[in-house]
């Protein structure tokens, strides 16, 4: 083992890019939503632009699952693929 903290350790990466913590979110929390018959785009957008929970049904631990997220990541994946779309 080498014991020579002046050098560099590497570690191992895995190939693949994990998968995306917030589109899973978005995705679940946007069938959350279609179910209870609310519009996705409306209270997402909502939720985003004010921080208030409310806007997003608590049903199937929507609303639980959108708080793990800053709005600012939510709205980074939703740009994203925004993005991906139309290229």
Avoid: C, H, W
Avoid at 31 to 54: C, F, H, M, R, W
Avoid at 69 to 80: F, S, T
Wanted: charged share 30%; proline share 3%.
């Amino acid at each position: 083992m080498n014991n020579n903290i002046n050098e560099t350790q590497y570690f191992g990466r895995l190939d693949k890019e994990p998968e995306n913590e917030a589109k899973k979110i978005l995705i679940a929390v946007s069938t959350a939503l279609k179910e209870k018959g609310y519009n996705p785009v409306n209270q997402i957008v909502g939720y985003i632009l004010s921080g208030d929970p409310t806007y997003i049904t608590s049903y199937m631990n929507a609303r639980v699952m959108i708080r793990k997220l800053e709005r600012d990541e939510l709205l980074e994946e939703l740009v994203k693929d925004y993005m991906e779309r139309n290229e």
